[in-house]
């Protein structure tokens, strides 16, 4: 998964692994590279450097010692020839000196010539020349007198110097007729006089130099690199400039060029001492080492030049191929790295991909197949495991979410059933205005262990109850509804409390497995004198408020919780409730509701509201009981339920003694059998509670039944919900009203009569219980208005 | 300048004697052809003929020496046709060590020659017996001023004439002797003299402290070889009052008397010349080159070049009216004759108006 670069992350780090181990390993290998080229290249540039210099300096004095070698024998042979001559003072046979000059001749091949030449004063008498000459002519040997008379031989530098300097001389080297460069070198001959040592001509010998050019064209100097030789005059014997050789001396170039520093550097080396230069070429402008070497026969100087860019080239072939091996071995690297980078990479990358699937919620996704036993492929394994761990808390956790949420649901069922199992409707009897009551339940859960109860006896007794199931949640709930059903049961046998009670505890003794229990308080009260018989079964004590402003609790008599012991005995007790005042009916949810810091809610606080809350119906004192709670708890977390009763009974005044007239009950059924039962439970709950012509109960049960039915079975052809209204007014005289959005029906027009003598399997359904409903009313009116069938029914 | 070899062996002139000739024949004949081509190249004919229209007259001049910047004037009127327009067929001849100009003058191998002033004035002697005029006439003065110079080692200790006393001292013998032999009388020194001949390489190898110079040759060549002014001592024979006139063009009696037109036609085209060269010196230098190396000898541009300025500078001496160019002061004349009259070189002098019988003409 790529990520963008961090913030603030250096640039090389905000690339993938590959990338910067590619970058770093090119990076730092390449500087590494670099310097190591470098460094070579300058340490090898100054080694051949220093090696081209030393070869300079080394060939010159190789090359001067090699012309010496030439020179040097010729050199000795004229000295010889000078010496015999000096020897024998000239006293020899011409002849003889004849066959020394030819003998030379053919000895020596790089000898060209050779002449004994005496000032004409001393030549011996029996000589016929003074001058004789041997010479090369082709394969012979030619002679010739060089003295022909005018004497112009002894002005000449070969004659002249020789005499003068009284030494061996080396005449500046020339170009014969043919184009050869030749050189002559030249011995005085002394002979002793009176006088001392005479002078008496010299012995010479023209020496062939052909031979230097292709010995300085072997010298070794590189492709440019030339040696040269200069006469002490600065005059160039030998250059690879051909045309300078012999006519330019390294002083006339400078001149020429007005190059100070080439004079200097001619003067330097023909100074007799040899030396080694950076120099730049006259004949090129390149840069150059010059070494020059003085010979040691002729006062000549050997120079050699090397030239710089020939090494460089060199240096530079030398660092480039470097630099190309190390750039291959750098390609090879990075391959290598890449290769490594990748193996690492690609499973983390797939990894991380993998993860990201992970992450987004794909437990199945694929994992990378971890290959090796690296580090790589433990954390993929790792990951793995990982992955099925989750799988697996994943499918736990499923499951455990799919059953609490199934339990929450059947809890929610049951906290419905529960609820409905309570009376809800308030107020009770809106016709009467003799009583006041109200109720609340709240569970501390879904489901709660406590219930109230209450229902009429007869039109003036009424039934409270209130309980509290030990335990909570499902099993106290379950047990609740136990309870009450007994608890109903019981009083349709018996109207006392303390009997009724008794008979409870019994019931649910009896196979009470569990060990549970259940505290009950209930009263019968009788609403038209105020009598109130009750019964308590470890119930917490009620609050009787007076009108006029007293609170008693009711704390006896008081017995055990019920179902513990069978067999346990209740007392009933009385009292009389004036009109005003208020009884209530608690569990401990209400007294030991807890704040956060564990404090009690108290019943002095209960006694105090309910006081302070005498002005108020009991629905809306039970609100501001319940809001205070709320208050006290102040969010904390209640263990218990709360469940409250609140019986008022009120004077009943002049104007409502006719109060039956105005008595009615409305119904909104649902179009199923079970709203239905529902609907006639509540009618026999109404029907008890108001002063009725005895037959009105049956008649009114009977008629509801037969045409509600009818209208829930025939009504809808549709499977939607639907509503029948049903409004029953006790009268007199009392009357009935059906409404419902069902299909049109006038039972009066369009239902059959049945046939009363045919056999009952065989008449149509519903026929009967028309027929009977037609006959027991007193009328029926039938009209469709709107979508709507209204009934309308006299129940006589 | 007479005294130019570069070394080549007097054995090879020797035994090659007989190919010299040969060479001269072919130069020669070379120069014939030339002529003849430049005859009939109309191109190359030069503007204005003589009116007669009469062919060239052949006229043969000898330099004192191998081709130099030395005589760059006359290698310029030939080659610019400039005697060729003065109706000349105007040949130029090289002296050699076997065969000086006088030679080639006196034994009719030239017409005309060059000639120092010094060894003219000896060449132009009268007769001992006195009988007759002197075979040599001057045609006319080209040199004005002596370029002769001694030239001492510093490290040898010459640093003024005095320290000469008792050393070694090489100078040329003939006319230019009685200069130097004038300088040691006045500096009142006794050198040790040394003949000396064509090269300076005794006094470069230190054989002699001191030798003879020429400003514009030896002077020059000695640095080429090296050696830097510092380490040298100068004494220009000019600067001790001792300095004559050089070159001067030179031609016999007998060939003066049958061409006097020829005379006065070589000395207006040669200065002509010598006027060219002065305005292009770097033509100059090209056909002196060229001259060099047809006669196969080694020269340099640069000391080429250092000639033919100290050359100009002496035939055109700076200060001097133009009209002196050519000309031969009578005053000059008679102070050389003094001074080889005192060297013992000369008995007896010519006239004035026999050894210069153009003098007084407008050259």
Same mark, same amino acid.
């Given at each position: 998964?790529?990520?963008?670069?961090?913030?603030?992350?250096?640039?090389?780090?905000?690339?993938?692994?590959?990338?910067?181990?590619?970058?770093?390993?090119?990076?730092?290998?390449?500087?590494?590279?670099?310097?190591?080229?470098?460094?070579?290249?300058?340490?090898?540039?100054?080694?051949?450097?220093?090696?081209?210099?030393?070869?300079?300096?080394?060939?010159?004095?190789?090359?001067?010692?090699?012309?010496?070698?030439?020179?040097?024998?010729?050199?000795?042979?004229v000295h010889g020839m000078a010496l015999t001559l000096q020897a024998q003072a000239l006293a020899l046979p011409f002849a003889q000196v004849r066959a020394l000059q030819d003998a030379a001749l053919r000895d020596y091949p790089e000898i060209y010539g050779t002449a004994v030449a005496l000032l004409p004063a001393l030549k011996p008498a029996a000589w016929p020349d003074a001058a004789p000459y041997a010479y090369r002519d082709q394969d012979a040997l030619g002679y010739q007198n060089l003295d022909e008379g005018n004497r112009s031989y002894l002005g000449e530098d070969w004659f002249a110097l020789a005499k003068g300097l009284d030494r061996g001389v080396w005449s500046e080297p020339y170009r014969w007729s043919t184009g050869v460069k030749m050189v002559t070198y030249s011995v005085p001959i002394r002979v002793q006089a009176s006088t001392g040592a005479l002078f008496a001509g010299v012995v010479t010998c023209d020496i062939d130099?052909?031979?230097?050019?292709?010995?300085?064209?072997?010298?070794?100097?590189?492709?440019?690199?030339?040696?040269?030789? &200069?006469?002490?005059?600065?005059?160039?014997?030998?250059?690879?400039?051909?045309?300078?050789?012999?006519?330019?001396?390294?002083?006339?170039?400078?001149? %020429?060029?007005?190059?100070?520093?080439?004079?200097?550097?001619?003067?330097? &080396?023909?100074?007799?001492?040899?030396?080694?230069?950076?120099?730049?070429?006259?004949?090129?402008?390149?840069?150059?080492?010059?070494?020059?070497?003085?010979?040691?026969?002729?006062?000549?100087?050997?120079?050699?030049?090397?030239?710089?860019?020939?090494?460089?080239?060199?240096?530079?072939?030398?660092?480039?191929?470097?630099?190309?091996?190390?750039?291959?071995?750098?390609?090879?690297?990075?391959?290598?790295?890449?290769?490594?980078?990748?193996?690492?990479?690609?499973?983390?990358g797939a990894l991380s991909v993998a993860a990201a699937t992970l992450a987004a919620g794909d437990l199945n996704a694929a994992l990378p197949a971890p290959r090796g036993r690296d580090e790589i492929a433990q954390l993929t394994a790792a990951f793995g495991a990982m992955r099925d761990s989750l799988n697996r808390y994943m499918a736990d956790l499923a499951e455990t979410t799919a059953a609490r949420e199934r339990i929450g649901a059947e809890l929610r069922i049951a906290h419905e059933i529960q609820m409905d199992l309570v009376p809800k409707t308030f107020p009770v009897i809106p016709a009467r205005s003799d009583m006041d009551l109200f109720a609340l339940m709240e569970p501390a859960r879904e489901v709660g262990g406590d219930f109230y109860d209450f229902f009429f006896l007869d039109h003036d007794r009424l039934v409270v109850a209130i309980a509290d199931v030990s335990g909570k949640g499902m099993p106290a709930a379950l047990f609740m509804a136990v309870t009450r059903s007994f608890f109903r049961s019981a009083f349709k046998a018996d109207a006392d409390p303390g009997r009724a009670l008794a008979r409870v505890s019994d019931d649910l003794s009896e196979g009470n497995e569990s060990c549970m229990f259940v505290t009950l308080f209930c009263a019968v009260i009788h609403l038209a004198g105020g009598r109130v018989d009750f019964a308590n079964a470890g119930h917490n004590a009620p609050l009787l408020v007076r009108a006029h402003g007293r609170t008693e609790w009711i704390a006896t008599p008081h017995g055990t919780a019920a179902a513990i012991v069978p067999g346990a005995r209740y007392e009933s007790g009385r009292l009389t409730l004036a009109a005003g005042d208020t009884l209530l009916l608690y569990t401990d949810g209400v007294t030991e509701a807890m704040d956060g810091e564990h404090r009690l809610y108290g019943e002095e606080r209960l006694a105090a509201l309910m006081l302070r809350s005498s002005d108020l119906t009991c629905r809306e004192c039970l609100n501001a009981l319940a809001g205070d709670l709320l208050a006290h708890a102040a969010g904390a977390q209640q263990s218990d339920d709360i469940t409250m009763l &609140? +019986?008022?009974?009120?004077?009943?005044?002049?104007?409502?003694?006719?109060?039956?007239?105005?008595?009615?009950?409305?119904?909104?059924?649902?179009?199923?059998?079970?709203?239905?039962?529902?609907?006639?439970?509540?009618l026999d709950g109404f029907l008890a509670s108001v002063e009725a012509a005895p037959t009105l109960p049956y008649v009114a049960r009977l008629v509801l039944e037969e045409l509600v039915t009818n209208i829930i079975k025939y009504g809808y052809p549709d499977a939607g919900v639907h509503c029948i209204r049903v409004v029953l007014r006790v009268g007199p005289p009392a009357t009935m009203t059906i409404e419902d959005d069902g299909q049109a029906f006038n039972p009066l027009l369009d239902a059959p009569t049945p046939d009363l003598e045919a056999v009952t399997e065989a008449r149509a359904i519903g026929g009967l219980g028309l027929h009977m409903v037609k006959t027991m009313a007193g009328s029926l009116a039938y009209r469709r208005e709107g979508g709507v069938n209204r009934l309308d029914i006299v129940l006589g | 300048m007479m005294f130019e070899r570069g070394g080549v062996p007097l054995a090879a002139a020797w035994r090659h004697r007989v190919s010299l000739s040969a060479i001269l024949a072919v130069v020669l004949l070379v120069a014939v052809r030339s002529a003849i081509a430049q005859a009939f190249a109309p191109a190359a004919s030069p503007p204005a003929l003589p009116a007669s229209g009469a062919p060239a007259a052949v006229v043969r001049l000898a330099l004192q020496w191998q081709p130099q910047s030395q005589f760059a004037g006359f290698y310029l009127a030939r080659d610019k046709g400039l005697y060729r327009a003065a109706g000349?067929?105007?040949?130029?001849?090289?002296?050699?060590?076997?065969?000086?100009?006088?030679?080639?003058l006196r034994t009719g191998s030239a017409d005309l020659a060059t000639l120092f002033l010094t060894d003219a004035i000896i060449a132009a002697r009268p007769p001992a017996d006195g009988a007759g005029r002197s075979e040599i006439v001057q045609v006319m003065q080209l040199v004005q001023r002596s370029n002769l110079m001694l030239l001492g080692w510093k490290e040898t200790g010459v640093s003024q004439a005095a320290d000469l006393d008792g050393k070694r001292v090489s100078y040329w013998q003939g006319g230019f002797s009685s200069a130097f032999q004038a300088f040691f009388a006045a500096n009142a020194v006794r050198p040790e003299p040394v003949p000396q001949y064509a090269s300076v390489n005794l006094f470069l190898n230190h054989g002699? %402290?001191?030798?003879?110079? &020429?400003?514009?040759?030896?002077?020059?060549?000695?640095?080429?070889?090296?050696?830097?002014?510092?380490?040298?001592?100068?004494?220009?024979?000019?600067?001790?009052?001792?300095? +004559?006139?050089?070159?001067?063009?030179?031609?016999?009696?007998?060939?003066?008397?049958?061409?006097?037109?020829?005379?006065?036609?070589?000395?207006?085209?040669?200065?002509?010349?010598?006027?060219?060269?002065?305005?292009?010196?770097?033509?100059?230098?090209?056909?002196?080159?060229?001259?060099?190396?047809?006669?196969?000898?080694?020269?340099?541009?640069?000391?080429?070049?250092w000639m033919?300025?100290?050359?100009?500078?002496?035939? +055109?001496?700076?200060?001097?009216?133009?009209?002196?160019?050519?000309?031969?002061?009578?005053?000059?004349?008679?102070?050389?004759?003094?001074?080889?009259?005192?060297?013992?070189?000369?008995?007896?002098?010519?006239? +004035?108006?026999?050894?210069?019988?153009?003098?007084?003409?407008?050259?």
């Amino acid at each position: 998964m790529k990520q963008p670069p961090r913030q603030g992350a250096p640039w090389l780090f905000g690339h993938s692994i590959r990338t910067r181990l590619l970058l770093w390993t090119i990076g730092v290998t390449g500087l590494i590279l670099i310097a190591v080229v470098t460094w070579n290249y300058l340490t090898t540039r100054d080694q051949l450097q220093a090696q081209a210099r030393e070869r300079a300096a080394f060939l010159a004095e190789a090359s001067a010692a090699k012309i010496d070698a030439r020179l040097g024998p010729l050199q000795g042979l004229v000295h010889g020839m000078a010496l015999t001559l000096q020897a024998q003072a000239l006293a020899l046979p011409f002849a003889q000196v004849r066959a020394l000059q030819d003998a030379a001749l053919r000895d020596y091949p790089e000898i060209y010539g050779t002449a004994v030449a005496l000032l004409p004063a001393l030549k011996p008498a029996a000589w016929p020349d003074a001058a004789p000459y041997a010479y090369r002519d082709q394969d012979a040997l030619g002679y010739q007198n060089l003295d022909e008379g005018n004497r112009s031989y002894l002005g000449e530098d070969w004659f002249a110097l020789a005499k003068g300097l009284d030494r061996g001389v080396w005449s500046e080297p020339y170009r014969w007729s043919t184009g050869v460069k030749m050189v002559t070198y030249s011995v005085p001959i002394r002979v002793q006089a009176s006088t001392g040592a005479l002078f008496a001509g010299v012995v010479t010998c023209d020496i062939d130099l052909e031979w230097l050019d292709r010995m300085l064209a072997d010298l070794r100097l590189g492709e440019l690199g030339y040696g040269l030789l &200069m006469t002490h005059n600065g005059t160039y014997i030998a250059h690879p400039v051909k045309e300078i050789v012999l006519t330019e001396s390294v002083f006339s170039i400078a001149e %020429a060029r007005g190059s100070a520093s080439l004079r200097q550097t001619g003067q330097r &080396m023909v100074s007799g001492r040899p030396g080694l230069i950076d120099w730049v070429s006259w004949a090129n402008g390149e840069p150059a080492w010059l070494a020059w070497q003085p010979l040691k026969t002729a006062d000549w100087t050997m120079g050699t030049v090397i030239f710089q860019a020939q090494l460089r080239a060199e240096i530079l072939r030398l660092s480039r191929n470097e630099a190309l091996v190390g750039a291959a071995g750098l390609v090879l690297l990075v391959l290598a790295v890449w290769l490594v980078a990748r193996s690492i990479t690609r499973p983390v990358g797939a990894l991380s991909v993998a993860a990201a699937t992970l992450a987004a919620g794909d437990l199945n996704a694929a994992l990378p197949a971890p290959r090796g036993r690296d580090e790589i492929a433990q954390l993929t394994a790792a990951f793995g495991a990982m992955r099925d761990s989750l799988n697996r808390y994943m499918a736990d956790l499923a499951e455990t979410t799919a059953a609490r949420e199934r339990i929450g649901a059947e809890l929610r069922i049951a906290h419905e059933i529960q609820m409905d199992l309570v009376p809800k409707t308030f107020p009770v009897i809106p016709a009467r205005s003799d009583m006041d009551l109200f109720a609340l339940m709240e569970p501390a859960r879904e489901v709660g262990g406590d219930f109230y109860d209450f229902f009429f006896l007869d039109h003036d007794r009424l039934v409270v109850a209130i309980a509290d199931v030990s335990g909570k949640g499902m099993p106290a709930a379950l047990f609740m509804a136990v309870t009450r059903s007994f608890f109903r049961s019981a009083f349709k046998a018996d109207a006392d409390p303390g009997r009724a009670l008794a008979r409870v505890s019994d019931d649910l003794s009896e196979g009470n497995e569990s060990c549970m229990f259940v505290t009950l308080f209930c009263a019968v009260i009788h609403l038209a004198g105020g009598r109130v018989d009750f019964a308590n079964a470890g119930h917490n004590a009620p609050l009787l408020v007076r009108a006029h402003g007293r609170t008693e609790w009711i704390a006896t008599p008081h017995g055990t919780a019920a179902a513990i012991v069978p067999g346990a005995r209740y007392e009933s007790g009385r009292l009389t409730l004036a009109a005003g005042d208020t009884l209530l009916l608690y569990t401990d949810g209400v007294t030991e509701a807890m704040d956060g810091e564990h404090r009690l809610y108290g019943e002095e606080r209960l006694a105090a509201l309910m006081l302070r809350s005498s002005d108020l119906t009991c629905r809306e004192c039970l609100n501001a009981l319940a809001g205070d709670l709320l208050a006290h708890a102040a969010g904390a977390q209640q263990s218990d339920d709360i469940t409250m009763l &609140m +019986f008022r009974r009120l004077a009943i005044r002049a104007e409502h003694a006719s109060w039956d007239e105005d008595a009615c009950l409305r119904l909104e059924i649902p179009n199923h059998l079970e709203g239905l039962a529902s609907a006639l439970e509540r009618l026999d709950g109404f029907l008890a509670s108001v002063e009725a012509a005895p037959t009105l109960p049956y008649v009114a049960r009977l008629v509801l039944e037969e045409l509600v039915t009818n209208i829930i079975k025939y009504g809808y052809p549709d499977a939607g919900v639907h509503c029948i209204r049903v409004v029953l007014r006790v009268g007199p005289p009392a009357t009935m009203t059906i409404e419902d959005d069902g299909q049109a029906f006038n039972p009066l027009l369009d239902a059959p009569t049945p046939d009363l003598e045919a056999v009952t399997e065989a008449r149509a359904i519903g026929g009967l219980g028309l027929h009977m409903v037609k006959t027991m009313a007193g009328s029926l009116a039938y009209r469709r208005e709107g979508g709507v069938n209204r009934l309308d029914i006299v129940l006589g | 300048m007479m005294f130019e070899r570069g070394g080549v062996p007097l054995a090879a002139a020797w035994r090659h004697r007989v190919s010299l000739s040969a060479i001269l024949a072919v130069v020669l004949l070379v120069a014939v052809r030339s002529a003849i081509a430049q005859a009939f190249a109309p191109a190359a004919s030069p503007p204005a003929l003589p009116a007669s229209g009469a062919p060239a007259a052949v006229v043969r001049l000898a330099l004192q020496w191998q081709p130099q910047s030395q005589f760059a004037g006359f290698y310029l009127a030939r080659d610019k046709g400039l005697y060729r327009a003065a109706g000349l067929d105007l040949r130029l001849l090289h002296a050699s060590v076997a065969q000086s100009s006088l030679d080639l003058l006196r034994t009719g191998s030239a017409d005309l020659a060059t000639l120092f002033l010094t060894d003219a004035i000896i060449a132009a002697r009268p007769p001992a017996d006195g009988a007759g005029r002197s075979e040599i006439v001057q045609v006319m003065q080209l040199v004005q001023r002596s370029n002769l110079m001694l030239l001492g080692w510093k490290e040898t200790g010459v640093s003024q004439a005095a320290d000469l006393d008792g050393k070694r001292v090489s100078y040329w013998q003939g006319g230019f002797s009685s200069a130097f032999q004038a300088f040691f009388a006045a500096n009142a020194v006794r050198p040790e003299p040394v003949p000396q001949y064509a090269s300076v390489n005794l006094f470069l190898n230190h054989g002699v %402290a001191a030798c003879a110079a &020429m400003e514009y040759n030896e002077y020059h060549r000695i640095w080429q070889a090296g050696i830097d002014s510092e380490r040298i001592t100068v004494f220009r024979m000019r600067d001790y009052g001792l300095g +004559f006139p050089e070159d001067g063009l030179y031609t016999t009696l007998a060939w003066a008397s049958r061409n006097p037109e020829g005379v006065r036609a070589v000395r207006a085209a040669t200065l002509a010349g010598w006027d060219y060269a002065r305005a292009h010196p770097e033509e100059a230098l090209d056909a002196v080159l060229a001259e060099a190396r047809r006669a196969g000898l080694a020269a340099n541009r640069p000391h080429e070049r250092w000639m033919l300025s100290h050359i100009l500078d002496s035939i +055109f001496v700076p200060g001097t009216a133009p009209t002196a160019m050519g000309r031969l002061d009578r005053n000059t004349f008679a102070s050389a004759v003094l001074a080889l009259r005192s060297a013992g070189l000369l008995d007896q002098a010519p006239e +004035f108006a026999d050894f210069a019988p153009f003098e007084g003409e407008a050259p």
